[in-house]
């Protein structure tokens, strides 16, 4: 089994080129190739001497996960699903806005966390991806996008850890990653504009802060611990009062000041103006400074087997203006890609459901899945 070279970092891929007996600096050029220009073969890498590339060809390989289907929005989003065997997929989405391009990245196939509005969580626990499984995704679609868009420079400049799975439970593939993403002769990304996203596991957040500051959003859902276990489970092992003493702790280190919390409204749930209002004292504690953070408001993506319901437009914008009066900056997340199923906790709709709980519970309601082309590989090699 030769080594598949988009699992390195700088540092591994240094080391690796040590034990073929090459220079360190060897390992450069050959990062540069793989994640720069996106080359696909050892042949193509014309300035590495032809012994080098011959040692490569034996020990060697470059592989990213292969695309099951690709899907363009209307508003120029793109969803890809690509296979990781064993009959499970995870999905990436490229969102071109303006001024930037954003790619949200899977973390692992399924999710153990099981929050009760998260299609993914729904599915259960399948398995962690690989560092290149994680990598991969970056890598194909950038230089995709760069072919598509016929366009030399980086198309991708913001990546966020908000696909499929918890990062932070995924710990030891996911650092590499972060740095290969990081890296001058990777992407380049700054830190300020890569971001992890996490339900709250706060060991992990200590060790993130540590070993690899980016941007941290934390995905919040509820002012109080009682709503909060209910809807993300994760609650009941690290509550509320200890995430927010490991936010407090991450931002010495964060490359912002502030940590993004994320909350998607659900109708009659956790959108109440109540609880807007238990929010504010939970950050702004007698009217005290608090923690340093901003709220992204993410209207609830609906899928049948949750049993939740999106809060309405004038809902969210009385919450939002709750917390906004109070001082906290607040957005609220524009829904992207709609129409090819792209959006937030929608990622899964298609993958195999591991647990059966959603098959359970629309049995119960006497619904019919029918299963998509995706799920049956109907249109694989679409891409
Ligand atoms: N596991 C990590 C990252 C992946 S989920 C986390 O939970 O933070 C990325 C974001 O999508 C999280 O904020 C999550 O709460 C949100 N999300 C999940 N399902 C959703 C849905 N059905 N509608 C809207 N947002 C959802
Ligand atoms: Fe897992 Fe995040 Fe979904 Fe919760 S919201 S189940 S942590 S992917």
């Known amino acids: ?119 993914t969580g729904h599915q259960g626990f399948s398995r962690n991806l690989s560092t290149a499984e994680i990598v991969g995704q970056l890598w194909f679609a950038e230089h995709f996008l760069r072919k598509h868009l016929k366009q030399s420079q980086r198309v991708i400049s913001n990546v966020v850890m908000m696909g499929m799975g918890e990062p932070l439970q995924n710990y030891a593939a996911l650092l590499p990653a972060l740095r290969v993403m990081l890296d001058d002769h990777g992407y380049g990304l700054s830190r300020r504009r890569l971001t992890v996203s996490t339900s709250g596991v706060v060991p992990m957040m200590d060790r993130l802060a540590l070993d690899c500051p980016v941007a941290l959003a934390v995905s919040l859902h509820a002012p109080t611990d ?14 509320i009062a200890e995430l927010f003493d490991a936010c407090t702790r991450y931002l010495v280190h964060a490359p912002r000041d502030f940590i993004t919390f994320e909350y998607c409204m659900l109708d009659g749930v956790n959108d109440q103006v109540e609880h807007a209002l238990e929010l504010v004292r939970l950050v702004r504690p007698q009217g005290g400074i608090g ?42 997340r524009k829904t992207r890609g709609d129409d090819i199923d792209a959006a937030c906790g929608q990622l899964a709709g298609d993958v195999r459901d591991r647990t059966g709980v959603d098959e359970r519970i629309l049995r119960q309601r006497r619904i019919v899945i029918h299963p998509s082309p995706e799920a049956t590989g109907a249109d694989r090699g679409q891409a």
């Not at 450069?28 to 190739?33: D, E, K, P, T, Y």
């Not at 994640?35 to 060697?60: I, N, Y």
């Open 1 to 119: 089994m030769t080594a598949n070279l988009l699992d390195y970092d700088l540092e591994g891929l240094a080391l690796f080129c040590e034990r073929l007996g090459e220079k360190r600096y060897r390992a450069v050029q050959l990062f540069r190739w793989i994640h720069q220009k996106g080359a696909v073969c050892f042949d193509d890498m014309t300035d590495l001497a032809k012994s080098l590339r011959e040692k490569l060809a034996t020990t060697a390989h470059l592989s990213a996960p292969s695309v099951l289907s690709q899907h363009q929005s209307s508003d120029g989003t793109i969803k890809w699903l690509f296979d990781v065997g064993g009959g499970d997929a995870v999905e990436t989405v490229f969102i071109p806005e303006d001024d930037r391009g954003t790619l949200c990245i899977s973390s692992q196939a399924g999710c153990a966390v099981g929050c009760r509005f998260c299609s």
């Open 291 to 332: 923690l340093s953070c901003k709220f992204n408001l993410i209207p609830f993506n609906p899928f049948p087997a949750s049993g939740l319901v999106r809060s309405n437009g004038a809902q969210v914008q009385l919450f939002a203006r709750t917390l906004s009066d109070a001082g906290i900056v607040t957005t609220i």
């Open 226 to 239: 009682s709503l909060r276990d209910h809807l993300v489970p994760l609650n009941r092992k690290y509550p």
